[in-house]
């Protein structure tokens, strides 16, 4: 099965909440270094779907998780540790959640300080590195040692993403990224994410069916827990073949 | 009408609730203003820096007790502080809602409510009647134990209000347990975490009865944390009770010592509470 063109393979994937099912035998591949948008109404199981990637869906307790997903041909479930798979997983939410008690500068490296507890020269390069790929470097360099929390939404924002990129992760999810964010804000993180997938894979659930068509290479659309359908952004939008598809992008339920 | 009425209701109240309060702080404020009226006189350079003088002499100073206060009180929290946290830090991240924390929780809980002359005896059985003799540690082991239900208290709930997007954010990074729990969780909570642990410090300052069973008294300039050692908690007890006017005078200057201290403490709580950004918590 292992195939240089699968960064991401995933077979009949099910969840649940307790009894409830939230998640109905889910199959797709996700190529390297393309940006995939999830979209589909509100509670089809975007997020669910999402957080069984990086194992934080089981967290809760009651929550089940069937199905298998491999990452580069590992099965994250069975041969991989959840700590990794969440350092090779990285995860950026919609509500962006710096860490108040670190500087700027701490929270680009909390991961690397507190996992491997790297050198202090070291650790300034790594933020330095990573607040410029977020476009944040110009902003913040007299500020590095202000409180993550004094930035504005969208600076937090892209400081998340600069926190996540920091551990180097195969692949990023991020779950409405945008979604409380101004439009100027938003364009720049459209841009960043454009930006990432040169050296990661990006998977991304938006509201907005002009941004998924915006930033991505494929598309999956999700409806009550299924996956209805999955294919190149250009084709969902050009031609649909499901007429549920073709339904919620046109904007008429959702 | 019935808009007027209101009203009218809506003063009543007011100002009924600022009479009641200015009724309650009177007291308070007249206690204050008697500890400085009484105590300020006594205090002089001599008094900051001098042992007492010998019964019947004048002058002379309470600084030796001044010393053994600090001294006990940072070896109280020393050793109550970090059980404090690491009491609070299990019933926040850790306890289920199983037997085991319900009755480590109710004990925290009831242990603030016990009498602090028992804590005194206990440390005098303990310790005390052990090693023969009235020593300072047997006093800081009283007031620690008396800090560790206040810190844990305020350090469970200050993390229990750390929003759960810090620990998905700490568990999305693949940063181990522990170490989410200590720099992450901890950290947001730190604020909390202080004033609990400086407003404990403030309580045991005023704690008397653990003292004389413990610590006891001492004229003297203290030899070494294993022997009695003068508070100004036993100082002003044993001076006030004396009969020797020069005496009571110092008893109401110490006493004027341990209201600054204690209000130093809350200002200083005031101040470190003071957000500095808003906080995603
Ligand atoms: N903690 C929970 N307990 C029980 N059911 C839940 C829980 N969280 C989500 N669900 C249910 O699981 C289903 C999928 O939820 P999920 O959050 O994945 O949807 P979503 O597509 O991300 O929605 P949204 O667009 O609103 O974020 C929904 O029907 C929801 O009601
Ligand atoms: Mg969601």
New interface residues.
């Given amino acids: 099965m292992t195939n240089d063109s699968v960064k991401l393979d995933i077979l009949k994937l099910d969840a649940w909440f307790g009894d409830k099912q939230a998640l109905k035998g889910i199959s797709l591949r996700i190529k390297p270094k393309t940006v995939t948008a999830v979209i589909g109404p509100s509670g089809c199981g975007k997020s669910t779907f999402i957080r069984c990637i990086?194992r934080?869906h089981e967290?809760t307790p009651g929550n089940k998780v069937a199905g298998t997903i491999l990452l580069d041909g590992a099965d994250i479930y069975n041969d991989m540790d959840s700590?990794?798979?969440?350092?090779k997983v990285?995860?950026v939410?919609q509500?962006?959640?710096?860490?108040?008690?670190?500087s700027i500068a701490d929270n680009v490296v909390?991961?690397l300080k507190?996992?491997d507890a790297a050198d202090k020269k070291e650790l300034e390069e790594m933020a330095k590195e990573n607040l410029k790929a977020v476009g944040l470097w110009k902003e913040v360099e007299n500020d590095l040692k202000k409180?993550g929390?004094?930035l504005s939404g969208g600076q937090?924002q892209r400081l998340?993403i600069a926190?996540?990129l920091a551990?180097r992760p195969e692949i990023i999810l991020m779950d409405e990224p945008t979604s409380a964010l101004d439009p100027a804000s938003t364009a720049k993180i459209e841009e960043l994410v454009k930006a990432l997938k040169t050296e990661t894979t990006v998977i991304i659930i938006t509201h907005n069916v002009q941004q998924a068509a915006r930033i991505s290479d494929m598309t999956a659309f999700f409806y009550l827990g299924e996956l209805i359908e999955y294919d190149e952004t250009r084709s969902i939008f050009e031609s649909p073949k499901s007429p549920l598809t073709e339904r919620y992008i046109t904007g008429r339920f959702g | 009408m019935r808009m007027i009425s209101r009203k009218n209701t809506d003063r009543l109240i007011a100002w009924l609730s600022l009479a009641i309060t200015i009724i309650a702080i009177i007291p308070l404020l007249w206690i204050i203003g008697c500890v400085f009226a009484n105590g300020a006189s006594a205090i002089n350079l001599e008094f900051l820096t001098d042992t007492p003088a010998p019964y019947g002499e004048s002058g002379g100073g309470v600084a030796n007790a001044i010393l053994g206060t600090l001294v006990i009180n940072t070896m109280a929290s020393l050793f109550g502080i970090p059980i404090g946290v690491l009491t609070g830090m299990y019933l926040s991240e850790y306890a289920s809602s199983g037997k085991f924390s319900s009755v480590i929780r109710a004990s925290v809980e009831s242990f603030s409510g016990v009498p602090s002359i028992i804590f005194g005896i206990f440390a005098f059985t303990l310790i005390v009647t052990t090693v023969q003799h009235y020593t300072a540690l047997a006093a800081s082991f009283a007031l620690g134990l008396m800090m560790v239900p206040i810190v844990a208290k305020a350090t469970e709930e200050s993390m229990r209000v750390v929003?759960d997007?810090?620990r998905?954010?700490?568990?999305?990074?693949?940063?181990?347990k522990w170490?989410?729990t200590v720099?992450?969780v901890l950290?947001?909570a730190?604020g909390g975490v202080i004033t609990g642990s400086l407003l404990a410090f403030a309580r045991i300052s005023g704690e008397t009865a653990p003292l004389l069973f413990t610590s006891l008294f001492s004229f003297y300039w203290p030899t070494g944390i294993d022997q009695p050692m003068a508070t100004l908690q036993v100082l002003i007890y044993n001076f006030a009770l004396s009969g020797y006017p020069d005496r009571v005078l110092q008893a109401w200057g110490a006493s004027l010592l341990l209201v600054i201290l204690v209000v130093a403490i809350n200002v200083v709580v005031k101040f470190a509470t003071r957000p500095?950004?808003?906080?995603?918590?």
């Avoid at chain 1, 700590?83 to 350092?87: A, F, K, P, Q």
């Avoid at chain 1, 509500?95 to 670190?102: A, G, Q």
């Avoid at chain 2, 500095?276 to 918590?281: D, H, L, R, S």
């Fill in positions: 990086n934080m967290l700590m990794d798979v969440r350092r990285g995860m939410f509500k962006p959640n710096p860490f108040p008690n670190m909390a991961g507190l996992i409180s929390a004094s937090q998340c926190r996540a551990m | 929003s997007d810090m998905e954010a700490a568990i999305a990074l693949g940063i181990p170490a989410r720099k992450i950290g947001v730190r500095k950004y808003k906080e995603g918590v």
